[in-house]
């Protein structure tokens, strides 16, 4: 299948926020999920935090991944396309994100049935979808981050 033919999206912030709003869906999965555990299973702030990075990139990467796969190639070029979209732009997004929580008082400490907890955690998906979009956007006008995704789909 080849794509030389497809031309990079058009650098809008509708696109933009779009590619960020992806990128957030698996990093938000990874995060929770990792704050979740790390927060049930008592762990110290650094492993917390260092888990839901962890589970942000996979999680990220997986998600790009299968709308990848899906357009017929292989797990390798699926794999290289998933890095070079989204690896800078989840990088961001986990270092304010985590930021943002370790920043707000109590917040790591707060436990599962806080609302602490749930809203310094949504706080900071927000900031990072809105602190990483402009970034992605010029990601995009220069052919990288998300662009790369767009012949796939």
Not at 71 to 79: C, I, S
């Amino acid at each position: 299948m080849t794509h030389e033919h497809h031309h990079p999206p058009a650098t809008t912030w509708a696109v933009a926020a779009g590619a960020t709003l992806h990128c957030l869906t698996g990093c938000a999965i990874g995060e929770v999920l990792g704050m979740v555990i790390g927060t049930a299973a008592g762990l110290h702030n650094a492993a917390t935090v260092a888990l839901s990075v962890a589970l942000a990139f996979v999680f990220g990467y997986g998600l790009t991944m299968r709308s990848v796969l899906r357009a017929g190639v292989d797990v390798r070029t699926a794999l290289k396309v998933a890095l070079a979209a989204d690896t800078v732009s989840i990088a961001i997004m986990e270092l304010l994100d985590n930021a943002f929580v370790l920043a707000v008082p109590g917040a790591m400490d707060a436990g599962l049935t806080s609302v602490l907890f749930w809203a310094s955690l949504a706080g900071s998906l927000v900031v990072a979808f809105v602190l990483t979009t402009p970034v992605n956007r010029w990601m995009i006008s220069r052919g990288r981050g998300h662009a790369v995704v767009h012949q796939y789909h």
